[in-house]
């Protein structure tokens, strides 16, 4: 559940099934809410939910708990302030436990790693490069992203960087 043009995004990549926050979630944060439209048919469906919007214990997590019936996984979406470690692994621990799951994810991480999100592309094609983000805590560091598009380039790639504008 994200913003329509995220998980367009999310789908595309990881194929993974999204939702539109805008599409009938709504009740997610009312005491007593219901869900609505297509929102309802995903989560009642569901077997597992994990969610990177709600912790433990909050209003929306029981919520989806009683829409659904469904084990709900909060997982939370970034390491803490001056914890050393990349996203990706940050979110596998949180569901190392959960057998299928945490394997999967694990295998998913390392073709990303060895192959990148592309499917079926040029694997010698070009290579973008996005080093932004909304926050600038949540950026890699800018020599970081430097030294990728050097060793890209010296191994013969053709990298371009995509930035957008700042807020």
Request: proline fraction near 4%.
């Amino acid at each position: 559940m994200t913003s329509g043009s995220k998980g367009k995004l999310a789908e595309a990549a990881l194929r993974v099934e999204s939702a539109d926050i805008e599409a009938g979630w709504q009740g997610l944060y009312a005491d007593g809410g219901e869900p609505k439209g297509p929102a309802e048919k995903l989560v009642r469906g569901a077997r597992e939910i994990y969610s990177f919007a709600s912790r433990e214990g909050d209003l929306a997590t029981e919520n989806l708990r009683r829409w659904s019936g469904a084990d709900v996984v909060c997982v939370g979406p970034r390491p803490s302030e001056g914890e050393a470690k990349h996203v990706g692994e940050f979110l596998a621990e949180q569901v190392a436990q959960r057998a299928v799951i945490g394997v999967a994810v694990k295998q998913m991480l390392a073709s990303i790693a060895d192959r990148g999100l592309g499917f079926g592309g040029n694997p010698g094609g070009d290579v973008v490069v996005h080093p932004g983000s909304g926050a600038e805590k949540k950026n890699w560091a800018r020599e970081k992203f430097m030294e990728l598009v050097k060793r890209l380039r010296d191994g013969g790639r053709k990298v371009r960087v995509l930035v957008g504008s700042k807020k």
